[in-house]
């Protein structure tokens, strides 16, 4: 079986993403709400947009550990 896959781009041309990505994460599997979360945490502390996560998230005031 063959795809394409595309980052910043949907199918067709006339949709393309006009900005920049710092980073991309891909998983084969599909992550369980307390793995995305960890993840979400690490990278909002790691790129200082800790800020736009949501007051309640549970790595909002401390980057998650190990």
Do not use: C
């Not at 920049?20 to 790129?47: C, F, M, N, P």
Request: hydrophobic share 35%; glycine share 6%.
């Amino acid at each position: 079986m063959t795809s394409n896959f595309l980052i910043g781009s949907y199918s067709t041309a006339s949709y393309n993403y006009n900005g920049r990505i710092a980073e991309i994460i891909i998983s084969k599997e599909t992550w369980d709400t307390q793995t995305r979360q960890r993840v979400e945490g690490y990278l909002a502390h790691k790129w200082g947009l800790t800020a736009n996560l949501p007051a309640d998230h549970p790595y909002k005031n401390a980057a998650p550990t190990a």
